[in-house]
């Protein structure tokens, strides 16, 4: 199986940053998209960024110009540096893999167990 562990969550101030990381691990064959989403309480889970193996990225309105993602194949990890973080931006992260587990060119999704990012104004 695959298990993706993020890190790097915590409390901010305003204006402030903080980098999060997220591993892949298990039976790996290859990676296609990897990503990050967030969930605030009380809201639907909703996508901050994402990256391509070809380093194709898409970010969300919201963190365009602030966030950035980025990915180290050999390492099977993706970072999300937030920069100039808003009360706003408070919310669980999770990551996302679509992960083959063969050379058959089925991916499966897997996601993260989350990690807190909380921003004080």
């Known amino acids: 199986q695959v298990q993706l562990v993020e890190s790097g969550g915590g409390l901010v101030q305003a204006g402030g940053s903080l980098r999060l990381s997220c591993a892949a691990s298990?039976?790996?064959?290859?990676?296609?998209?990897m990503g990050w989403f967030r969930q605030a309480p009380g809201k639907q889970r909703e996508l901050v960024a994402t990256?391509?193996?070809?380093?194709?990225?898409v970010y969300a309105d919201s963190v365009k110009g602030r966030f950035t993602i980025s990915r180290d194949n050999a390492k099977n990890t993706v970072y999300l540096q937030m920069n100039s973080l808003k009360p706003e931006d408070t919310a669980v992260y999770y990551c996302?893999?679509?992960?083959?587990?063969?050379?058959?060119?089925?991916?499966?999704?897997?996601w993260g167990q989350g990690t807190q990012v909380t921003v004080s104004s």
């Open positions: 298990g039976s790996i064959f290859s990676i296609n998209a």
């Open positions: 996302r893999s679509d992960v083959a587990l063969n050379d058959n060119n089925n991916y499966f999704r897997y």
């Open positions: 990256i391509t193996s070809g380093a194709t990225t």
